[in-house]
C-alpha cells in the first residue's frame, strides 16, 4: 500500500529531468520557447517553417517540463496533463493517430503525470504512483508492454513501480526506481540495457551491477547512470568514445567514465556524452565532427573533456549533435552543429565553442533533439 510519505518521496524526485538533466526540481510554469528545424512541426508554433532564433510555442503557457525526441516534443502542464508536438508517424503524440501535429494537443486520457522522457520516435510519462505509461514506435519493444506494437495511445509498462525517474533513447528506454536500481527495456544490440546481454528485453530487466543510481539518460545507443558518490557509468554502443572509458569498445555492462566526480547531472546525445559537475563546469566525450564536445576542436574524444570556459552552469540537455547549457544567470549557451539553426544564434555555423543564445533570459531548463532546441 502506497503512503503518503511515499508519494510526496516520488514526486520529487521524478521531477528531475532526463533528456534535459538536472540537478533540481521541475520549472515554474511557463511558455516554452523553440528554434532550429521545423519540417515535422517540432517547434510547436502551428507552422513547419524553421527559425533561427527562439519564439515561443502556440498555446501553451504553464508548461513545467520538457523533453524532446528526434523529432517530437513533450510538455508537461502544472496541472499533471502531458501535451505534445511535431512528428508522429509512430504515434508519438499519443492522441490515437499518425499525423504530425504542428501545434501542441493533449496525450489521450493520460492524467497525474510528475516527469516526462522522449526517445527517437516514442514516449513517456511517469505518474505520481509510481508507475510509467508509454506510447509511439514499439518495433523494438522499447514501450516495455511485452510486445513490439505501435501504441498510438499510452500504455503501462509492464512490471515496474516505484519510479522515480525515466529517460529514453533511441530503441530503448531506462527507469530509477526508489531504491536506486535501475532498470531498462528494448533495443539491446549494443548492450545499451547493461545486463551483460545483446538481448533485447520486451519488459524492464535490472542493470544488475549498479546500485544508488539518482539520474539517467539515453543516447542513440548508450546509456548514461550518475550515482550518489558524484560518478558515472556508462553501457552500449562505444564506437565513438561515447562511454567514456578511454576505449572505443562497446559494453554489455556499466563502466565508470574516466576520472569524473562531484557530477550532478548527465546528458547524452546520438553519439556524445555530457556531464555537469558541481562546480558548475560541462565535460564531454565520443563523437566530434561537428564540434559537439564545444571544447574548440572536432577530435573525439574516448575520455571527458570540459566544454569550453563554461562555469556557473545550472542544466545540461543533449541535442543528436549539439549541447545546450544553463546558465545561474538564465542564459543559454550552445555549441555543435547548427545546419539548421538548432544553436539559435542567428546563423546555421557549427559551433566548436559554446556561444550564447541571444534574447533568451530567465531560462530554467533545456531540451534538444535531431535538429532543434527548445526552453522553459
Known amino acids: 500500500m502506497r503512503t503518503r510519505s511515499f508519494l510526496l518521496a516520488a514526486l520529487v524526485a521524478a521531477l528531475l529531468l532526463s533528456v534535459a538533466a538536472v540537478p533540481a526540481g521541475a520549472a515554474g510554469p511557463a511558455t516554452p520557447r523553440t528554434w532550429g528545424g521545423n519540417s515535422f512541426g517540432e517547434l510547436g508554433d502551428g507552422t513547419t517553417a524553421g527559425r533561427l532564433s527562439a519564439g515561443p510555442v502556440t498555446g501553451l503557457s504553464d508548461a513545467t517540463e520538457l523533453a524532446g525526441g528526434r523529432e517530437h516534443v513533450l510538455a508537461l502542464r502544472a496541472d499533471g496533463s502531458v501535451w505534445t508536438w511535431g512528428s508522429n508517424q509512430y504515434g508519438q503524440q499519443g492522441d490515437g493517430s499518425t499525423a504530425n501535429r504542428p501545434a501542441p494537443g493533449p496525450v489521450a486520457g493520460l492524467a497525474g503525470a510528475v516527469q516526462v522522457a522522449a526517445g527517437h520516435y516514442h514516449s513517456l510519462a511517469l505518474l505520481g504512483d509510481g508507475t510509467v505509461r508509454a506510447w509511439g514506435m514499439n518495433s523494438q519493444s522499447q514501450l516495455g508492454d511485452g510486445s513490439r506494437t505501435r501504441r498510438t495511445r499510452p500504455v503501462q509498462v509492464r512490471n515496474l513501480t516505484g519510479v522515480t525517474q525515466i529517460a529514453g533513447a533511441r530503441g530503448h528506454s531506462l527507469a530509477i526506481r526508489n531504491d536506486g536500481s535501475l532498470w531498462a527495456w528494448g533495443y539491446n544490440a549494443f548492450g545499451e540495457l547493461g545486463d551483460g546481454t545483446t538481448t533485447t528485453r520486451g519488459t524492464p530487466v535490472r542493470v544488475p551491477s549498479l546500485t544508488g543510481v539518482t539520474q539517467v539518460a539515453g543516447g542513440r545507443d548508450h546509456s548514461l547512470a550518475l550515482r550518489s558518490d558524484g560518478t558515472v557509468w556508462a553501457f552500449g554502443h562505444n564506437t565513438y568514445g561515447q ?5 572505443t569498445s562497446h559494453r554489455s555492462t556499466p563502466v565508470r567514465v574516466g576520472s569524473l566526480t562531484g557530477v550532478v547531472a548527465v546528458a547524452a546525445g546520438a553519439y556524445h556524452s555530457l556531464a ?40 545540461i540537455s543533449g541535442g543528436r549533435d549539439h549541447g545546450l547549457a544553463v546558465l545561474a544567470d538564465g542564459t543559454v549557451r550552445a555549441w555543435g552543429a547548427n545546419t539548421y ?6 546563423t546555421t555555423t557549427r559551433r566548436t565553442s559554446p556561444v550564447t543564445v541571444p534574447n533568451l533570459t530567465g531560462v530554467e531548463l533545456v531540451a534538444a533533439g535531431r535538429a532543434y532546441s527548445a526552453a522553459l
Not at 558541481?278 to 573533456?305: F, K, M
Not at 539553426?341 to 542567428?346: A, E, F, I, V
Request: proline share 2%; glycine share 24%; net charge positive.
Open 243 to 247: 562511454l567514456g572509458d578511454g576505449t
Open 276 to 315: 555537469l559537475r558541481s562546480d558548475g563546469t560541462v565535460w564531454a566525450w565520443g563523437r566530434n565532427n561537428l564540434g559537439q564536445l564545444g571544447n574548440g576542436a572536432l577530435a573525439n574524444r574516448s575520455s571527458p573533456v570540459r566544454v569550453g570556459s563554461l562555469t556557473g552552469v545550472q542544466r
Open 341 to 346: 539553426g538548432q544553436l539559435g544564434d542567428g
